[in-house]
T-cell receptor, first 113, second 115 residues
Framework: ELKVEQNPLFLSMQEGKNYTIYCNYS?????LYWYRQDPGKSLESLFV?????AVKQEGRLMASLDTKARLSTLHITAAVHDLSATYFC?????????????FGKGTHLIIQP | GAVVSQHPSRVICKSGTSVKIECRSL??????MFWYRQFPKQSLMLMAT?????????EQGVEKDKFLINHASLTLSTLTVTSAHPEDSSFYIC???????????FGEGSRLTVL
């Protein structure tokens, strides 16, 4: 059974600081997804990482994937209040093609002025 | 980017009634769509895979007779919660993929409250 673990589950940080969210998964996968969720809203797609060593950046967020270690990171650089949200990583249940996803429990991020 | 739309966004119903939620892919065709459920302050859990023209595939522990899924066209899947009870109150979210980039897009979600 595929398990996806995120840590930390809760993070409070100050604006301007850097931090990393970690996502480990238990079985081989060829892709990993990162999503953002604001309170009461659905998911916003941040990154899809499709290969080992993949690194993607968008603004203050950068995601990477190490398929050998079954680890992905989401790095936040110089955090700003607008990045406060819950961040989920997710892995497909089966290799190959879009599939139903298994989600981590989410990291609730609060960025304080 | 690709758009997935759900309707209704919010629904309140009495216990014992049935509720239908629609999920549409607005600018692409999707032979497969996925339904998730999210309870407050929890993560998303996959309920079922909706397959156009065939029966849905349900995850372990999800009652197929309670959560009826119909994928009648390449752009529409529906989830019907039959004989809803308060414990069915949740945020239901669908997703679909255009299939080209590996990206999965999520609908806006439908918040069901059963009184």
């Amino acid at each position: 059974e595929l398990k996806v673990e995120q840590n930390p589950l809760f993070l409070s940080m100050q604006e301007g600081k850097n931090y990393t969210i970690y996502c480990n998964y238990s079985t081989t996968s060829d892709r990993l997804y990162w999503y953002r969720q604001d309170p009461g809203k659905s998911l916003e797609s941040l990154f899809v990482l499709l290969s080992n060593g993949a690194v993607k950046q968008e603004g203050r967020l950068m995601a990477s994937l190490d398929t050998k270690a079954r680890l992905s990171t989401l790095h936040i650089t110089a955090a700003v209040h607008d990045l406060s949200a819950t961040y989920f990583c997710a892995v497909p249940s089966f290799i190959g093609g879009a599939d139903g996803l298994t989600f981590g429990k989410g990291t609730h991020l609060i960025i304080q002025p | 980017g690709a758009v997935v739309s759900q309707h209704p966004s919010r629904v309140i119903c009495k216990s014992g009634t049935s509720v239908k939620i629609e999920c549409r892919s607005l600018d692409f065709q999707a032979t497969t769509m996925f339904w998730y459920r999210q309870f407050p302050k929890q993560s998303l859990m996959l309920m079922a895979t909706s397959n156009e023209g065939s029966k849905a595939t349900y995850e372990q522990g999800v009652e197929k007779d309670k959560f009826l899924i119909n994928h009648a066209s390449l752009t529409l899947s529906t989830l019907t919660v039959t004989s809803a009870h308060p414990e069915d109150s949740s945020f239901y979210i669908c997703s679909a993929s255009p299939g080209l980039t590996g990206e999965l897009f999520f609908g806006e979600g439908s918040r069901l409250t059963v009184l």
